[in-house]
Nanobody
Framework: QVQLVESGGGLIQAGGSLRLSCAASGRTFSLYHMGWFRQAPGKEREFVAAITGNEDTTYYADSVKDRFTISRDNVKNMVYLQMNSLKREDTAVYYC???????????????????WGQGTQVTVSS
């Protein structure tokens, strides 16, 4: 079992930066693949970024590539999403997600994850 708690959301002007954090419980955090998803009002939850347990592979949605960076600290049981050059269309609730390591991991699919946080709101104003 993994419990996830996101933080770091808020109101930010377009062009600004925010760093989201996700704190995970459990002693085997490094064995979990981690992802960030977001959901805007009236839209489906969509993939943003993911990172494998051993940190050697990262994945990004095309819409955030070169602006967002996912990272993790397996000692502190933390996952981060650094968001730069924010746009109004980045406004959404951002969710952290986790799944125990397995060979058929599909990082961009929400159904690939077993554990979810409660979300943190990011609002980008023009």
């Amino acid at each position: 079992q993994v419990q996830l708690v996101e933080s770091g959301g808020g109101l930010i002007q377009a062009g600004g930066s925010l760093r989201l954090s996700c704190a995970a419980s459990g002693r085997t955090f490094s064995l979990y693949h981690m992802g960030w998803f977001r959901q805007a009002p009236g839209k489906e939850r969509e993939f943003v970024a993911a990172i494998t347990g051993n940190e050697d592979t990262t994945y990004y949605a095309d819409s955030v590539k070169d602006r967002f960076t996912i990272s993790r600290d397996n000692v502190k049981n933390m996952v981060y999403l650094q968001m730069n050059s924010l746009k109004r269309e980045d406004t959404a609730v951002y969710y952290c997600a986790a799944v125990f390591y397995h060979m058929n991991y599909k990082p961009k699919e929400k159904t690939a994850y077993d554990y979810w946080g409660q979300g943190t709101q990011v609002t980008v104003s023009s």
